[in-house]
């Protein structure tokens, strides 16, 4: 074979070569990023009382109606309300506000502070915007993958539905803290568990258990023949 045709039989094996490589070695798992993206978007919000008194100062009742009118503090933002004062008056003011919130249906939950000013709450509203990923996402090559990776897609569809399905975007950024629970009769509950002198309602309708059978006084034995009889 002359040395033009082997210089064009080496061409003709690199271009094969080539064309067998993978595209998707090029694929960065940064070209699709699945996850939803929670931004914070929280900010407070100081109200003065009377002096010494739980009674909010002067139009500090309509201030607070006129934001959640603006939007600026929504039922499904996160309301922490920290009241200054000793214990008795901290608990009294606490209770003003959540009054107040509650003509707008807004519940709040009280966050104990140590900078509050005097005679003042400090309202934290936690607010987070929820930005879903871009779907779908083919960016990763489905073919001639070899290396047998997830696809770019992969994730996408349940990282949205999570995002539109959420009623509380600040669920996503933590938890709601618990309350502490009533632990008497949580142990009267173990405990009766435990002796076993759980009692079945008289007529059940939850449950495919039926209720105990009790016998007519007189008629123990009635129903059951003698054998011979």
Not at 175 to 204: C, F, H
């Amino acid at each position: 074979m002359t040395t033009p045709n082997l210089r064009l039989a080496a061409a003709a094996l690199l271009l094969g070569l080539g064309a067998c490589g993978l595209p998707v070695n090029d694929y960065t798992a940064a070209e699709a990023d699945t996850r939803l993206a929670v931004t914070d978007a929280s900010h407070r919000v100081t109200v003065r009382f009377i002096r010494g008194s739980d009674r909010l100062a002067p139009g500090e009742a309509r201030r607070l109606h006129d934001m959640i009118a603006r939007g600026e503090i929504d039922g499904r933002d996160r309301v922490l309300v920290s009241p200054s004062g000793a214990p008795g008056i901290a608990e009294r003011r606490f209770a003003a506000l959540h009054r107040e919130f509650l003509h707008d249906g807004i519940v709040v939950a009280a966050q104990p502070l140590a900078d509050v000013p005097r005679d003042a709450a400090l309202i934290e509203v936690g607010r987070y915007l929820v930005t879903l990923p871009r779907c779908p996402n083919w960016s990763k090559p489905a073919a001639a993958d070899f290396t047998n990776m997830p696809l770019s897609n992969d994730g996408c569809a349940t990282a949205s539905n999570l995002g539109l399905m959420v009623a509380n975007p600040a669920d996503l950024a933590g938890g709601r803290p618990l309350s502490p629970g009533d632990g008497k009769p949580a142990a009267a509950a173990v405990e009766r568990y435990l002796a076993d002198k759980v009692q079945l309602p008289a007529v059940n309708t939850a449950l495919p258990i039926p209720a105990a059978a009790t016998a007519a006084p007189g008629a123990a034995g009635g129903n059951n023949p003698t054998p011979g009889s």
